[in-house]
């Protein structure tokens, strides 16, 4: 197995600096982030409020329909003193589903395209609010998910900068408690999607700590299991990549 540390304190503060490294080089002092209430976007969230202020970040929270956890995603906001705004996209995604149906064009329904729709109406709505206030989209995904494509291309894969995207699911957590201004229960919750009822382990049928041994130590333990991630990264790099190219030149 490859020798592996993770000192989170330093990590953390290479983040928050490497923020302010970025806002400086490209001009820019505020940004937009989508918040779910789980760790991710809890995390990007305090590391932005400690690199550029709490009054230049701003919290968007997007249920589709009603979201059960709403109340989480509130809580962020507010213990970290952030802007915060609600735009619910339920009504923007029936809309969606009506305009595609209305031409006569038969597209059959898909669940998991369907399902798709969510991430990336959020992702329009981030990035009007971004633009229409001078501010860029902070990313929120982590290394784990993109391993294993458990992200929507043209969704939660489109921001302005990636905070999270060299670390593990794992990682994500121990820099979040390491940050006393967090709530403990939110940097410890159970991940989900906030739109398909089922936290994320069960919909991708793996263990977030399985990722990270198979990551950073090389493997998890079990041979199957380790396929299964290695199967998964393949099949997904597509979303990790910018669009291909044709060359007519060759």
């Known amino acids: ?15 928050v600096q490497g923020i302010k490294d970025l806002a ?6 505020r940004v937009v982030i989508g918040i779910s209430g789980g760790k991710d976007s809890t995390v990007c969230a305090a590391l932005c409020a400690r690199a550029l202020g709490k009054e230049n970040v701003y919290g968007i929270m997007m249920p589709d329909g009603e979201q059960k956890d709403i109340a989480d995603s509130r809580k962020v906001c507010e213990v970290l003193g952030i802007h915060q705004k609600t735009v619910n996209i339920g009504a923007m995604h029936r809309s969606l589903l009506e305009a595609v149906k209305a031409d006569g064009f038969e597209v059959p329904f898909h669940q998991e395209s369907d399902f798709n729709v969510g991430p990336r109406l959020r ?18 995904g982590n290394l784990s998910e993109a391993t ?8 939660d894969t489109s921001c302005d900068f990636s905070l999270l995207g060299n670390l593990t699911s794992v990682e994500v957590v121990e820099v979040g408690l390491t940050m006393e201004e967090l709530p ?19 919909r991708l049928g793996l263990k977030y700590a399985d990722i990270h041994a198979y990551l950073r130590l090389g493997t998890c333990g079990d041979f199957e299991t380790d396929e299964k991630i290695r199967r998964k990264e393949r099949a997904n790099m597509h979303k990790r990549q910018m669009p291909v190219k044709i060359n007519p030149f060759v």
Do not use: H
Request: overall charge neutral.
């Open 24 to 29: 400086a080089s490209q001009g820019f002092s």
């Open 1 to 15: 197995m490859n020798s592996y540390q993770f000192d989170a304190v330093k990590v953390r503060d290479s983040l």
């Open 184 to 202: 403990k229960e939110l940097v410890q919750k159970t991940p989900s999607d906030g739109l398909s009822g089922k936290s994320d382990e069960e």
């Open 148 to 155: 294993v494509g458990y992200c929507t291309k043209d969704g």
């Open 123 to 140: 992702m329009t709505t981030l990035r009007y609010i971004a633009q229409a206030i001078g501010a860029r989209l902070v990313g929120t």
